[in-house]
């Protein structure tokens, strides 16, 4: 659950957070959003594919189960292995960005997800449709990092470069809400592979709004300084690492695998670190991290990313699996998170002036945790905690993404907003990929056998049930811990800040 785009637009309004990218230099700026309807169209429909992209394959997974005869662990690196590519190259796509061009970089992404969708059809197999969605991520992560950017160039003006956010954002989190519900309403009428290939298309008009209405690069406007490939490097292998390392634990391979790639982990972790703090030009500037303000959203968004990775993970296996829900049912079943992140948008703005921004975050954040932990220890009772689970965690998420970015953008410098951006997608590709990987790693320790095998006897979803409650309260004291960090960090930045500082930020809230 990435929210990204809105949660810029709450820090967007103040001069001094905005980037700095500039209007067309061909011609002049649009001077309304209807005047710029073509490359709006295209830089939507490239958030409309982030967004959408897992939330709609999600509902999908017991049927490519059954069908391509996967395993758990199989199972769970189908969505993992986009958020791992996304998640770890989209700093390194980034930094390229700056210095080739993002127009460009942007391009050509779109040209791969295109590639990387229509072969799905050729799709025989589970490890065959990993690696195109681990393709499908590497595309993600280059059209990422300058889309911000694309869309301030498109005006001249504050007021319209915000609208224009709002926008491109709120198509976005409409394919976030009803991506469970389209799968599972396209899943009775026609096969899975539809549902990747239907990003054909939207890459189509992405390609044609941003190449008709978004001019080239100016090469005043890249940097020049070299790109850190060996940070970029040690960075995505610490992510891999991190992901692999409980997969090989549990999937029973040799003793030493686990250990042995547990090790290597810390190993490239720790290069990583020393890397970016001794580089002349580092991928990432890790004291900006240590900022408080950046610290604290960022906890605030794994925690956020992290449970509604996990709670839409378990959620599907439990309806489908456990209680022989079809599809279309399941979809159904899951539109209460539909409505609320959809209906609730309206109402973040005044609940975040009315509250102040630290409460709004604590509240909203724990409102994530308690929806987790409800379902872990409830959802085995039947549907109603599942409903009452789904409805706090979108309700939190809908609130913590605001708060989250504009922590994140408001702790950095000005001329750092492209990059905090880069960090808050980072850091809930992260959260999202290590919600399934932990979920499906404690699935597949718990529950024996592949979960597409039938039929499932009484014991086989007793065993799943209880594997369901030690994953979600697993998940729920990760998220808390994250939540906790968050706070603390957040009541350092207030401690060592005027009340008349907080309270003008509270207002451009």
Same mark, same amino acid.
């Given at each position: 659950?990435?929210?990204?785009?809105?949660?810029?637009?709450?820090?967007?309004? *103040?001069?001094?957070?905005?980037?700095?990218? *500039?209007?067309?230099?061909?011609?002049?700026?649009?001077?309304?959003?209807?005047?710029?309807?073509?490359?709006?169209?295209?830089?939507?429909?490239?958030?409309?594919?982030?967004?959408?992209?897992?939330?709609?394959?999600?509902?999908?997974?017991?049927?490519?189960?059954?069908?391509?005869?996967?395993?758990?662990?199989?199972?769970?690196?189908?969505?993992?292995?986009?958020?791992?590519?996304?998640?770890?190259?989209?700093?390194?796509?980034?930094?390229?960005?700056?210095?080739?061009?993002?127009?460009?970089?942007?391009?050509?992404?779109?040209?791969?997800?295109?590639?990387?969708?229509?072969?799905?059809?050729?799709?025989?197999?589970?490890?065959?449709?990993?690696?195109?969605?681990?393709?499908?991520?590497?595309?993600?992560?280059?059209?990422?990092?300058?889309?911000?950017?694309?869309?301030?160039?498109?005006?001249?003006?504050?007021?319209?470069?915000?609208?224009?956010?709002?926008?491109?954002?709120?198509?976005?989190?409409?394919?976030?809400?009803?991506?469970?519900?389209?799968?599972?309403?396209?899943?009775?009428?026609?096969?899975?592979?539809?549902?990747?290939?239907?990003?054909?298309?939207?890459?189509?008009?992405?390609?044609?709004?941003?190449?008709?209405?978004?001019?080239?690069?100016?090469?005043?406007?890249?940097?020049?300084? *070299?790109?850190?490939?060996?940070?970029?490097?040690?960075?995505?292998?610490?992510?891999?690492?991190?992901?692999?390392?409980?997969?090989?634990?549990?999937?029973?391979?040799?003793?030493?695998?686990?250990?042995?790639?547990?090790?290597?982990?810390?190993?490239?972790?720790?290069?990583?670190?020393?890397?970016?703090?001794?580089?002349?030009?580092?991928?990432?500037?890790?004291?900006?991290?240590?900022?408080?303000?950046?610290?604290?959203?960022?906890?605030?968004?794994?925690?956020?990313?992290?449970?509604?990775?996990?709670?839409?993970?378990?959620?599907?296996?439990?309806?489908?699996?456990?209680?022989?829900?079809?599809?279309?049912?399941?979809?159904?079943?899951?539109?209460?998170?539909?409505?609320?992140?959809?209906?609730?948008?309206?109402?973040?703005?005044?609940?975040?002036?009315?509250?102040?921004?630290?409460?709004?975050?604590?509240?909203?954040?724990?409102?994530?945790?308690?929806?987790?932990?409800?379902?872990?220890?409830?959802?085995?009772?039947?549907?109603?905690?599942?409903?009452?689970?789904?409805?706090?965690?979108?309700?939190?998420?809908?609130?913590?993404?605001?708060?989250?970015?504009?922590?994140?953008?408001?702790?950095?410098?000005?001329?750092?907003?492209?990059?905090?951006?880069?960090?808050?997608?980072?850091?809930?590709?992260?959260?999202?990929?290590?919600?399934?990987?932990?979920?499906?790693?404690?699935?597949?320790?718990?529950?024996?056998?592949?979960?597409?095998?039938?039929?499932?006897?009484?014991?086989?979803?007793?065993?799943?049930?209880?594997?369901?409650?030690?994953?979600?309260?697993?998940?729920?004291?990760?998220?808390?811990?994250?939540?906790?960090?968050?706070?603390?960090?957040?009541?350092?930045?207030?401690?060592?800040?005027?009340?008349?500082?907080?309270?003008?930020?509270?207002?451009?809230?």
């Amino acid at each position: 659950m990435h929210e990204r785009t809105s949660s810029v637009r709450t820090s967007s309004a *103040p001069t001094s957070s905005a980037p700095t990218s *500039p209007a067309p230099t061909t011609g002049s700026p649009p001077v309304g959003l209807r005047d710029a309807w073509l490359p709006l169209a295209g830089l939507s429909a490239v958030f409309l594919f982030e967004m959408l992209d897992n939330s709609v394959l999600n509902v999908a997974l017991p049927t490519i189960a059954r069908d391509l005869a996967a395993s758990t662990t199989a199972l769970q690196w189908v969505s993992g292995a986009y958020s791992v590519a996304f998640g770890g190259l989209m700093l390194l796509f980034g930094s390229v960005a700056d210095r080739v061009g993002r127009r460009r970089t942007m391009l050509v992404g779109l040209v791969l997800l295109a590639v990387a969708s229509l072969a799905t059809v050729f799709v025989t197999s589970v490890e065959q449709l990993i690696v195109v969605r681990a393709l499908m991520g590497v595309a993600a992560a280059m059209t990422t990092p300058g889309s911000m950017a694309l869309a301030f160039r498109l005006f001249g003006t504050e007021d319209l470069r915000v609208r224009a956010l709002t926008v491109i954002s709120t198509a976005g989190l409409v394919g976030l809400a009803v991506g469970p519900t389209i799968g599972g309403f396209v899943l009775a009428v026609a096969p899975w592979q539809v549902l990747l290939v239907a990003n054909v298309p939207i890459a189509l008009v992405a390609v044609v709004g941003i190449r008709a209405g978004i001019a080239a690069d100016r090469p005043a406007d890249l940097h020049r300084d *070299p790109v850190d490939v060996i940070g970029a490097v040690l960075g995505t292998a610490s992510i891999v690492g991190v992901l692999v390392t409980p997969t090989l634990v549990v999937s029973g391979a040799a003793g030493w695998a686990g250990w042995g790639a547990g090790t290597a982990t810390v190993l490239v972790a720790a290069g990583f670190v020393v890397r970016e703090r001794t580089a002349r030009h580092p991928l990432l500037d890790l004291q900006l991290i240590a900022r408080p303000l950046v610290s604290s959203g960022l906890a605030y968004k794994a925690a956020a990313g992290l449970a509604m990775a996990a709670l839409s993970y378990l959620v599907t296996l439990q309806l489908q699996f456990a209680w022989g829900w079809p599809p279309a049912l399941a979809a159904v079943g899951t539109l209460p998170q539909v409505v609320v992140l959809l209906a609730s948008g309206r109402f973040v703005g005044p609940f975040v002036r009315r509250v102040g921004l630290d409460r709004a975050a604590r509240l909203s954040a724990a409102a994530v945790v308690v929806g987790l932990a409800v379902f872990a220890l409830t959802a085995r009772l039947g549907y109603p905690g599942v409903l009452v689970a789904l409805v706090l965690v979108a309700a939190g998420m809908r609130v913590v993404g605001a708060v989250a970015g504009n922590n994140v953008l408001q702790g950095l410098p000005a001329d750092r907003t492209s990059i905090g951006a880069a960090l808050v997608d980072t850091a809930s590709e992260v959260a999202t990929a290590v919600g399934i990987a932990a979920t499906g790693t404690i699935l597949a320790a718990l529950v024996p056998g592949s979960l597409g095998a039938t039929p499932w006897t009484p014991d086989r979803t007793a065993a799943f049930d209880g594997a369901v409650s030690v994953a979600g309260v697993a998940v729920t004291i990760v998220a808390a811990v994250l939540v906790v960090v968050g706070v603390l960090r957040a009541r350092t930045t207030l401690a060592n800040t005027p009340a008349t500082t907080t309270a003008q930020e509270e207002s451009d809230v």
